[in-house]
């Protein structure tokens, strides 16, 4: 399973663009790139998910670079409520693969 | 959000008595996964199931036994519970279909084992 690496904590403003990094060296040809939300006493909950290049929903972007061996998850404007705990996947989300969560980027954002 | 409720939601028992944990979902997937999240490693997977009495095992699913009898029902059991198993225990679900369908995840258990 390829390993992740991205920072244990962040610190941010609210009304700021928050972008949090995630390495991913050995990520394999047909793994996909997942980026999950917890908040507490909650389970993760899918925020975005994508294969290279960039990828945009509602509520946030990710970029990844030709290589792959990184990824970007770009929180625009960030709120008081998008402090919360951000996990970087790569792998097959479904079927008979499973997933390995790290420990996760806790982000804190203040007034 | 995704119907997937887990029962108990809070739990506290004694070291050596059997638990059961139940995952039940209204979506008609076919993934079901349970996870435990301790503090320091994230979560991690216990047991996962493929289908109706199709099952696997996970990273860390030593003193852990799953049953899956029909689809929107998975559970988990612990035959005699250690307190190294005082945990928040969480149950997902994904789709079938391509691989990049979401796991969507149930609020937790939180098990403490005295």
């Known amino acids: 399973l390829a390993k992740t690496t991205q920072p244990i904590s962040m610190d941010s403003y609210e009304g700021q663009e928050v972008n949090i990094t995630c390495s991913h060296n050995n990520i394999a040809t047909n793994d996909y790139i997942t980026w999950y939300q917890q908040f507490p006493s909650q389970g993760p909950r899918f925020i975005i998910q994508?294969?290279?290049t960039k990828v945009t929903n509602e509520v946030a972007s990710l970029f990844i670079p030709a290589d792959r061996k990184s990824s970007t998850l770009s929180l625009p404007r960030v709120s008081l409520s998008d402090t919360a705990v951000y996990y970087c996947?790569?792998?097959?989300?479904?079927?008979?693969?499973?997933?390995?969560f790290g420990k996760g980027t806790m982000l804190l954002v203040s007034p | 959000d995704a119907g997937i409720t887990q029962s108990p939601r809070h739990k506290v028992t004694e070291t050596g008595t059997p638990v059961t944990l139940r995952c039940h979902q209204t979506?008609?997937?076919?993934?079901m996964y349970w996870y435990r999240q301790d503090p320091g490693h994230g979560l991690r997977l216990i047991h996962y199931s493929y289908g109706v009495k199709d099952t696997d095992k996970g990273e860390v699913s030593d003193g852990y036994s799953v049953s899956r009898s029909k689809t929107e029902d998975f559970l988990l059991t612990l035959e005699s519970a250690t307190s190294s198993q005082t945990s928040v225990y969480f149950c997902?679900?994904?789709?079938?279909?391509?691989?990049?369908?979401?796991?969507?995840f149930g609020d937790g258990t939180r098990l403490s084992i005295l």
């Open positions: 979506e008609n997937h076919r993934y």
């Open positions: 997902a679900i994904s789709e079938q279909g391509s691989d990049n369908q979401p796991q969507h």
């Open positions: 994508g294969y290279k």
């Open positions: 996947l790569v792998g097959k989300s479904s079927g008979y693969s499973t997933l390995t």
